[in-house]
């Protein structure tokens, strides 16, 4: 079975500092990865989402950048971190396209960041 | 106008309650309803998933769609304390990749 791994869980970073969220999908090749972000009160905000190796494509302009170095590994990074930039992250993927299921998403358990 | 919709709440309901959840949407080319459940501090996970108009059934929970007026609707019968959680409507357009839009979710509270 496919299983979705994101780390840490809790983050407190001061401003200007940089990051570093992980995400890793077991059990499964050629996913389709997902960086969401969700601040207290709204929606859920897509923000990079990836289609193969080294293949990054951002939803909104900001101040992060997404890499993904390996198949199943998605990397969000920030060089300087604002305060504009806590919320929850979530990591999530789905089943490349000619996979039965191909367009459910299947989260992570999130990485809570509070930038201070 | 938002492409999705729906009422933030906080819903409170006593335990065993018929608990209605809707999200409206603007963008007919969406073609693939899910609902999902996320309990505090927590990923969401999937409830339902549907693709065409009417209702789809899954034990105490009916995911309602109504293409025509651009409606859909999550049902909960006898709810329980363990549905307490914020529930995300969601809906997939199929572009370069499967485009997912969220609503902004409905917190629900089951009073025991």
């Known amino acids: 079975s496919q299983t979705i791994h994101q780390w840490p869980a809790t983050l407190v970073q001061p401003v200007g500092s940089p990051l570093s969220l992980e995400c890793t999908v077991e059990?499964?090749?050629?996913?389709?990865l997902y960086w969401y972000r969700q601040a207290a009160g709204r929606g859920l905000q897509l923000l990079f989402y990836?289609?193969?190796?080294?293949?990054i494509s951002s939803e909104v302009p900001q101040n992060l950048s997404a890499s993904r170095p390996q198949d199943r590994q998605f990397i969000l990074s920030s060089k300087k971190l604002l305060l504009s930039d806590s919320g929850f992250y979530l990591c999530?993927?789905?089943?490349?396209?000619?996979?039965?299921?191909?367009?459910?998403?299947?989260f992570g358990a999130g990485s809570r960041l509070t930038v201070l | 106008q938002k492409e999705v919709e729906q009422d933030p709440g906080p819903l409170s309901v006593p335990e065993g309650a018929i608990v209605s959840l809707n999200c409206t949407y603007s963008?007919?080319?969406?073609?693939?309803f899910m609902w999902y459940r996320q309990y505090s501090r927590k990923g969401p996970e999937l409830l339902m998933y549907?693709?065409?108009?009417g209702n789809k059934e899954d034990g105490r929970f009916t995911a309602q769609v109504d293409k025509s007026s651009k409606y859909i609707s999550l049902f909960i019968r006898d709810s329980q304390p363990s549905d307490s959680a914020t529930y995300l409507c969601?809906?997939?357009?199929?572009?370069?990749?499967?485009?997912?839009?969220f609503g902004p979710g409905t917190s629900l509270s089951v009073i025991p």
């Open positions: 999530a993927w789905t089943p490349d396209r000619a996979r039965a299921g191909a367009n459910v998403l299947t």
């Open positions: 059990g499964t090749s050629n996913p389709n």
């Open positions: 990836s289609v193969g190796i080294g293949q």
């Open positions: 963008n007919s080319a969406f073609q693939y």
């Open positions: 549907t693709y065409s108009s």
């Open positions: 969601a809906m997939i357009m199929r572009t370069s990749y499967d485009k997912v839009i």
